[in-house]
């Protein structure tokens, strides 16, 4: 694998950052660090949404203006992710002037060739969703079924896209790639949407829609905000209608976007049009990741249950961003909705990190230290029964990651430590020690250092902080790539004494967590 190109989803500014967003981030970071052991080339793009009338009339009822909003919740959002350590290597905002620049001259060039063409049009205009709605998708009162509100009727003379020039073709696309669309049973809702779509409206007047990128050729009217937000997939590279970068034509296609399952059809249908129009290679996958509900409910401001991650850590005490990382990843399967309850987070983390993960390192180092001064002995080495088990783990978890199952991923983890734990338990080194067996007794130790290396290297993309503490421990090189990690990765001779031996996770603290106050 020469490169690894992935992204997410452009956040709305109109707000704070919630765990919502940050869901989608910490899958997107587990994936994208998976790949730096598995290749050396990853481009990981982030980034903020920051037009339209959404963010216009925020802006307008704070009595700020609209680029100040932007400014100000773009940091929020650059400033959570650093707090969940999300290490992405750019992060873009439609704002920029380079992104407008390009996106005014991708308009243009469709508008030349035909795709883009001028017509007079009465829709119902969803705000929340930031697009006209079919009649027929709406409720029975006649509401957003996303938004549940009543979409605005917008008669104005707009440009339009011939998405129906490009129906025939995506069909195509979808299903003769059915890994294109993840999970694959999303695609049948996406084929189903493409038998009745429309051509679709790419632009707003300039008198309705101030905030917005201006259409070259017409000043009266702002570019549409899909246009301009899904662009930032391929302006963020260097893209250019005449003479796209190096960095472009290295790194395009994506080999995913993550998204959530609302946003689906844009990039399953709209994206994959805009890229044919534009003559460019499709992204190999769209990952449409599941909601997150808080307590079983969905997450809304008016049921003022809006959770920011970042208060998740300080309520918690956290000293760093791992286990908030690790539940969450964890709280879905593939696709499916997931949902955070304070209590299951501190149940789960607890049992995972801190008693079977944390513990077990512990425990075998601090028996090390007891038994034999903390030094492995070359008698120690030899067969390990739990070898086969970790380097079949090894295999699970790559091609979970390939099919995007985080979640699943991190169970089979969890399940080899299970079995590390299992193996100390059934060979007692602690009766071994007492019926003076010594080599067995290292033996057994160092098979689980053994193992536990390479449960630090699988358990890095959800835990980085974790895992540096538990490869430090172990001298271990957390770089090492994942088709090199054998199970001989502790070296003869002194590990490491008592006082380096510290706990890599620390259970979280009930009392505290039961004081906490949600912000
Ligand atoms: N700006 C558009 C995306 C443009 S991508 C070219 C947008 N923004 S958003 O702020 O509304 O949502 C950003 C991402 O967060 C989306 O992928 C969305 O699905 C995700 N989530 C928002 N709320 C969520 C939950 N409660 N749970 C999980 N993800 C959710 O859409």
């Not at 650093?82 to 243009?108: G, N, P």
Request: proline share 4%; aromatic share 10%; net charge negative.
């Amino acid at each position: 694998m020469e490169k690894y190109y992935i992204t997410t989803a452009i956040d709305y500014v109109n707000g704070a950052p919630h765990i919502g967003h940050a869901y989608e981030k910490i899958l997107t970071d587990i994936i994208a660090r998976h790949y730096t052991q598995r290749c050396d080339d990853v481009y990981f793009l982030t980034g903020t949404d920051e037009h339209g009338i959404k963010i216009q009339k925020t802006a307008a009822s704070q009595g700020i203006s609209p680029k100040e909003l932007c400014d100000m919740n773009s940091q929020k959002f650059k400033d959570a992710w650093k707090a969940l350590d999300i290490d992405y290597t750019k992060f873009i905002r439609t704002t920029d002037e380079d992104h407008e620049k390009i996106v005014q001259k991708i308009f243009d060039k469709l508008l030349k060739q035909g795709d883009i063409y001028k017509h007079s049009y009465e829709g119902l205009y969803c705000q929340g969703c930031e697009c006209f709605l079919n009649p027929k998708d709406l409720t029975e009162d006649g509401l957003c079924p996303d938004h549940l509100k009543k979409p605005e009727v917008v008669k104005e003379e707009n440009y339009f896209f011939k998405l129906t020039k490009y129906k025939d073709a995506i069909i195509k696309y979808i299903k003769s790639n059915p890994t294109f669309i993840v999970p694959e049973f999303r695609a049948n809702e996406v084929l189903n949407q493409l038998e009745d779509i429309q051509d679709i409206s790419v632009s707003r007047a300039k008198s309705n829609v101030q905030w917005g990128i201006d259409v070259l050729s017409d000043s009266e009217q702002s570019i549409y905000v899909w246009i301009d937000a899904l662009s930032n997939y391929i302006t963020a590279l260097g893209f250019d209608t005449e003479n796209p970068s190096e960095t472009f034509k290295k790194y395009w296609p994506a080999d995913v976007h993550v998204i959530g399952k609302d946003i689906l059809k844009f990039h399953s249908i709209y994206w994959p049009a805009f890229l044919m129009a534009l003559d460019l290679p499709l992204p190999k996958h769209i990952f449409a990741h599941g909601w997150i509900t808080i307590d079983e409910s969905k997450m809304s401001k008016s049921l003022g249950n809006v959770i920011s991650p970042t208060s998740v850590l300080e309520s918690f005490n956290l000293e760093h961003p791992d286990a908030f990382r690790y539940y969450m990843a964890s709280s879905a399967p593939c696709g499916r909705d997931g949902n955070y309850s304070d209590d299951d987070f501190k149940e789960k983390v607890n049992a995972h990190l801190a008693n079977s993960m944390g513990n077990l390192l512990n425990r075998t180092l601090s028996m090390l230290v007891k038994y034999f001064d903390g030094e492995v002995k070359p008698e120690f080495k030899g067969e390990n029964p739990l070898a086969k088990k970790a380097l079949g783990t090894v295999q699970i978890v790559k091609n979970h990651f390939d099919n995007f199952e985080i979640a699943e991923a991190s169970q089979e983890i969890i399940s080899l430590v299970d079995a590390a734990n299992k193996y100390v338990q059934d060979n007692a080194p602690w009766t071994l020690a007492k019926e003076e067996k010594m080599i067995e007794c290292g033996q057994v130790l160092t098979n689980v250092l053994d193992i536990m290396c390479i449960i630090s290297a699988l358990i890095y993309p959800y835990c980085p902080n974790i895992a540096q503490d538990m490869a430090r421990q172990l001298s271990f090189d957390l770089k090492t790539k994942l088709d090199n990690l054998t199970a001989d990765n502790i070296k003869c001779g002194k590990l490491i004494s008592k006082e380096d031996i510290k706990p890599v996770f620390l259970r979280v603290d009930s009392e505290l967590a039961d004081k906490s106050v949600k912000k």
